[in-house]
């Protein structure tokens, strides 16, 4: 479904707009960005056509540049004032079905006088506008969406506070997976546990958590304590999600590999080892956001969902929000950058400090 819906005028705004949906497709999925409608069948009640995609959104945003209130036909008629005007046809119904309309002026344009607008638009003006400024835009645009967020309804995957019941089972049913994981002799990595008695690592958060990490595989660090995720990376990882108001806790934190593989990437018999048992943890949390800690995590994934990202680079899906179905569910697969890869690196530590920051529109 298109939730937001960005009703402008061709002549008065339309550089603005392209640069507002490249800014908010950072907020939001493209697909939930909803400009044009561009194909009328023949003989279609349009004025139904055009209630019907703004019956379809959540938000519908009235973008108004400076040539918005006075943009006239070539017989020198307001378009605003004629009944025909699309741009008046959709916000009035916005209006009249009761949406969120946000006016959005850029350009430097002013909200129009009630004087000046047809009856049914009047309601428009009682609307508390959103200015996009050329300095600022992009700091404008984050205003924008988390305005739209609030108004979007909640993922419907999102779980509210488990009871203490769901909790236990949830719990009981991790445990089985964890003995299960203990005694895996068929392992391709067995042996190795066995002879440097490391310990596998399942994971471990809150057994209901909305939002599920999953990196590469255990460490040494990792493989000596049999938690995921305790080392340097895993500083990074509890610094970022401090920063958008997250404990560890709050979440569920795995890996693709659940033990020890050495200082080497993942063999694929070993992603498809464990690939069953990462399946049971995703199925007992139920999560509605899947982030993956780096490339590995992200492809394994994105190629076990048969998204077509699948063959992307993380270094252009980083902090997408891409949405999929499980059996359980609407989630959203968000490709983040490895907590390791940023270590020394302020720049790529900014980049994945923004992309934790998209996170907080499932908070
Ligand atoms: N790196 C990972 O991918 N996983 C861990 O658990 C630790 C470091």
Known sequence: MSRIFINYRRQDSEGYVGRLYDHLAQHFQRDDLFMDVDSIPPGADFVQVLEDAVASCDVLIAVIGPGWLNCADDAGERRLHQWNDF???????????????????????????PNDLPDELH????????????????RDVEKLATAIKSAIPANPSFKGRANSETLRQKEAALKAVRDDLVG??????YTYRIENRHFPVLGEGNPDANI????????????????????????VLAEMLRGIGLKRDDVYVTNVLLDFPGKRDPLPEELAFYA??????????????IATLGGFAMSYML???DLPEKRGKISQLHGKLIKTRL????????????????????????TL???????????
Do not use: W
């Not at 069953?276 to 199925?283: A, E, L, Q, S, T």
């Open 303 to 305: 190629k076990k969902l």
């Open 212 to 235: 599920l990490f999953i990196g590469e595989a255990p460490g040494k660090n990792e493989a000596a304590t049999g938690r995921p995720f305790i080392g340097p990376s895993g500083d």
């Open 276 to 289: 069953p048992f990462v399946d049971r943890i995703i199925d007992i949390i139920q999560p509605a956001v």
């Open 87 to 113: 741009v008046r046809i959709e916000i009035a119904s916005a209006l009249r079905q009761n949406k969120l309309v946000i006016p959005v002026l850029v350009g430097r344009a002013r909200m129009p006088s």
């Open 123 to 138: 309601p428009l003006c009682r609307r508390n506008a959103v200015e996009l400024s050329h300095q600022h835009f992009s």
């Open 184 to 189: 895996a002799t068929s392992s391709p990595l």
């Open 353 to 363: 400090r923004q992309d934790f920051e998209k996170l907080k529109l499932f908070l």
């Open 327 to 350: 059996p359980y569910g609407e989630i959203h697969v968000v490709p983040l950058y490895h907590p390791a890869v940023v270590l020394y690196s302020a720049s790529q530590k900014e």
